[in-house]
Each structure stands twice: as C-alpha cells, then as structure tokens.
C-alpha cells in the first residue's frame, strides 16, 4: 500500500515481474523511469513537502528538486520568465516595434501555417488591437508556395503598405527575401525559435533564442513564446516612454497566455522551465472562455471539460492545422483574433469540415505508406529508415504519414510526394538518439537536395527524382549506427506499478500536481500486471477497446488507439480472459456526462513468456 495523504491506493508489491519484461509486443524492454541516483531526491520530496510517495517519484524522475518544489509544483511566470533582455537583438527589436505603434505605422506579420504560428500572429496582432491598431498578414500556402518568407510574399506587403514587416516561427533561413525587402526599403523583424546557422539574414533584428550568439538559455521556447517575450519588452519600452500615460491603457499581457499555451503544447516543445508556466498559467486563461474564436472551437469540438494539454494537443491542434494542411492557410489566425460570433462559428465550422476531410485523406495515404514501407521491411528487416512515396500526395499530410511510419516501425522516416515535374516534396521523421535533421543537411551539402533543414525529430525537403536513389542511401547511412543502437537499448520507461482498483479520480487529482504533461515531462506511465483482459474487441477503424481485471475482482476500461493490426492489438484480441502485464497511462473521459477513468494502453506483455 502507498499512501497518498488520508487516502491509501493499491499498489503492485510485484514490480520485479513487470522490470523482468524484455521483449513486449513491441518488443521493448520495461525499465523504470526513476534511476538509482534520484531515489534519495524522491525520498526527500516525500518528507520534507508532505508529497505522497507515488508523486514524489514521478517529481524526482523528472527533474524536481526538493529545494525549488514549490515552484515546480505551482509555475509562475513571475518566478520563470527571464529578463527579456538576455535574447539577442531583443532591445533593438522591441524599440523598433514600440516606434511603429507610436507613430501608427503601417505594419505586416509573415507567419508558419502551422498551431505556433498562427498563434504568434494572433498574439501580435491582438497586442496591436489593444493599441486602436492592426496588421495585415500573410501565411502562404502549403502547397503553392512551401515553408517561409518568399520575395514574391515580401513584395506583396511591401507594395500593401508595410513599412516593418514581422516574420514569426520563420526568417531566420530566409537570406533572398530579406536581403530583397532590405533593398526595398522596409525593415524586418524576425521572431523565430528555429536552428540558425552562423550568418544569419540582412533583417533589423533577428530575435531567435537558437541563434548560435544568443546565451538566453531559452531554446526550448515555441516561436509564440518568443513573441511573447518581445510583447512584454514592447510593452515595458512604451512604459518607459510614458505612452500608456495618455489616451492608451496598458494591454494585459496575461490575457493573451491561452494562445502561447496552445502553440507550446501543438509545437511539442520540451514542457520546462518557462514553458510549464506558459501552459499552466494558459490553460487557466483558456478556462476563463475570454477568446471569442478559442470559445467556438473548443464548443464545436464537443468538449465539455476543461481543456487539458491532450484537448490543446489532440482536439484543437488538429482542428486548427486543417486549414494550413488542406483548405486556406489563414483560416486559423483568422479565428484566434476573431470578435464577431457569427464569423468565429462560420471559421469553426469550416475547420471542422477540413479536418473531418483531412482525417479520411490521412487515412487513405497511410494506407499505401503502411503497405510500402511493410514491403521493405519483409526483404530487408534491418532496414534503418522507412521509406514511403506516391505521386501527387497531398503535400499537407505527408509529416503526418512520416509520423505515422515512425511511430509503425520505430525507425526514422522518409515520405515523398512526387510532381509531373519530377521533383518531390518530402518530411522526414525520427526516433531519440537519431538526428534526421543533421542527416537532410548532410544531404543538402551533397548537392542531393534542392532545399532541406529541420530538427533532430522532424525535417523537410525537396529533390530532384534522379537523385532520390541515391538521397535514400545517404540518410539511411547517416542514421544507420543510431538506429541500431536504439534498437539495442529500446525500452518503455515505466513509473510504478498499480492494481485496477488505483484508478480513481483522487490519483488523478495527485498526478495532476506534477503537470503539465507533454515534452519532456512525459505523462506518468504505469503497469497493471497480471490484470485478465476480457471483452477485447476492434472499434472505429482500427482501435482495440478493452477491460482489465486486477486479482481483487475492480476492473476499469482500456483502449489502445490505432493497434488493431499491430502486436500489442494482436494479443489483446488473442488473451481475452487471460493475464497480461499492461502498460500505459491514465486518462479521465467524459461518458454521459460522468467522468470516468480509463487507460490508454502502450504495450502489453504475456506474463507466461
């Protein structure tokens, strides 16, 4: 038994049993999360902060410390957020834009098409609104036009009017078209969180925490962080300035943290340090409905609970994204600073179209990727990159499907769509520990790429069909030696073991205390062991729903999404009624208005093996 405060929760005593695991469905090994060396800290945590010892442990493994708890377990931008200062060229940016409000001059966002910045437009332009002021936009198009700045987009605002042009989550690559606005005449601001090179482009400010001279210490941020960083430099040049001391009152920055949540969380950026303050703080403003557009699109989602990082992530990130992907790439920035009810609906409604088109697409394109890469791994099983590609895919699902065959096959991922021009757009995605970003430049530096670049995790590019063979082999050697060794070392981090009768709204309350969760602070992932599985059946399309069954007699509900086809589906519809170790984590749900408790399944393991 562990005690959680008054309240007492069964516990597992057989943790050997699940540690004993090698060769999961998965084929994973399960090691616990909590390393030898953080034992003292979780013992610490657990007296000297009153913590129950299963919170403690969850804390401890994910870098709290017993003498800062308190802010961990209560994040405060007042405790968190740096001077905004310390970024490169934040002054110099913040000057600028504070002169263009003084002056009410005329002003253009470029933004990504993506959750991040679509928000980063919004927030500028919402601080803009507070300000009797606003800014025309530009997002280009996935398709049509690709990822950033464009000569033909900066010409465009140019000729528009703009006098200063901001670039959010893009710009810092974008050398032609700065250097082409410079000569027209206008100043750039780029707001960016992306990797930058040494030389950086011809723009007035370059504001991006990943710029190789910028020791802020706040890489992690999204690109809406970013922008908020800038809002409140701006905003404290023009208190200097005594602006708000006239006919202006001083916006309220805190308002605005709903949309720098939803970017952070959509962005899949590491959840520490500020960013856990950035999404606690914005789900509470989220929860407030203050933001017309965010109001409609959580209500057309059908969510009657309040929104939690899965909604951001899960629910309303997709929803937002379907446009950039599929449909008009501003229809998101569009509702995010919508004030008119009857347009935020008519927005919403549109997206929710897109993504229930979008979804169907996906699904059709995952299909033939699946079918592909399944054929190269049957002739080749130590193939180290998964390859998938078609002509004419739609170019704003195929991250998607690369993220789809990583996820299938655990290695990194290539998938292309080809044109009648023979030349292909292509993302690529990757496992920890292999850099598919490096990779794609490597291949860029070999004259295989017409353009490419990226992270670690995630990349895109464009070739030519005559070098695609050979583009292959060089990304598939660059990750090879990686690959190999995460398969070696591959395993599930688990965070304790528990009994069917632990799932209860109060362990759910404790658990809780250690969130946010999302990057880097992974949501908490336990093992049922031993727990019988029955009713194991295929729901939608291929999804396995579920009951487990602890040796007290308690059940509760599991699921395992998209494994109908998989190992970890294949033995839950083939042990119905026997004993599995199982592996996931915890959700609430909400079922007829009752919120219940139900387990999001990993992997599954036969004790018996």
Known sequence: ?????????????????????????????????LSPSDENIAISIAQEHGVPEILARILASRGAARETLSDYLNPTLKALMPDPSTLQDMDL??????????????????????????????????FLFAHGLDAQFYIPDRTLEGYGPSVTAFEQLVSDGAKLILTVDCGTMSYEPLAHVNAMGADVIVLDHHQA????????????????????????????????????????????????????????????????????????????????AFVFRGLEIMRRRQNLGLRVLVDS?????????????????????????????DLAAQLLTCDNEPRAIEISTTLEHLNAERRAMQSALQEEALSQADATFQSRPDAALAIAQGADWHKGLIGLVAARLTERFATPSLAISWDKEESGTGSARSIQGA???????????????????????????????????????HVEEAVQANVIHAGVDAHLNIDGA????????????????????????????FVFPAHRCKFAKVVGERHVRCSLASSDGAHM?????????????????????????????????????????????????????
């Not at 005593?13 to 994973?28: C, D, G, I, M, T």
């Not at 263009?100 to 919004?122: C, H, L, Q, T």
């Not at 026997?578 to 915890?586: I, K």
């Open 435 to 473: 850099d598919i970003g490096a990779a794609i430049r490597s291949a860029l530096d070999a004259g295989l790429l017409l353009r490419g670049g990226g992270h670690a995790m995630a990349a895109g590019f464009s070739l030519a069909r005559k070098h695609a063979d050979a583009f292959f082999k």
């Open 301 to 329: 989602a059908g969510l009657t609970s309040a929104p939690t990082p899965y909604h951001l992530g899960f629910v309303l990130g997709p929803r937002l994204n379907a446009g950039g992907r599929i449909g008009r790439a």
């Open 1 to 33: 038994m562990t005690a959680l405060g008054s309240r007492s929760f069964e516990t597992d005593e057989r943790q050997p049993a699940f540690l004993q695991v090698q060769h999961s469905a998965r084929n994973l090994r399960w090691v616990e999360r």
């Open 557 to 609: 509900n599991a699921i395992a999404f998209n494994a109908a086809e998989t190992g970890v589906g294949k033995l839950l519809l083939e042990s119905s009624g026997l004993p599995l170790h199982v592996a996931g984590h915890l959700r609430r749900s909400d079922w007829g208005g009752r919120q219940k408790i139900e387990l999001h399944i990993e992997d599954v393991a036969d004790p018996r093996i």
């Open 93 to 126: 940016a913040a000057d600028r834009f504070a002169n263009a409000i003084r002056n009410k001059e005329p002003v253009a966002i470029f933004g990504d098409y993506d959750v991040d910045g679509a928000s980063s437009v919004a927030l500028i332009r919402r």
């Open 197 to 276: 090179e040494e030389q950086l482009p011809e723009a007035f400010a370059v504001v991006n925490p990943n710029r190789m001279d910028d020791v802020s210490g706040q890489g992690h941020l999204a690109a809406a962080g970013v922008v908020y960083l800038f809002l409140v430099a701006v905003t404290r040049q023009l208190r200097r300035e005594a602006f708000y001391e006239k006919e202006i009152t001083q916006p309220d920055l805190m308002e605005l943290l709903d949309m720098v949540a939803l970017a952070t969380v959509c962005d899949v950026v590491p959840l520490k340090g500020l960013n856990r």
């Open 498 to 525: 528990l009994m069917a009768s632990s799932a209860t709204m109060d362990l759910m309350a404790e658990l809780d205390k250690a969130g946010p969760y999302g990057a880097g602070n992974p949501q908490p992932r």
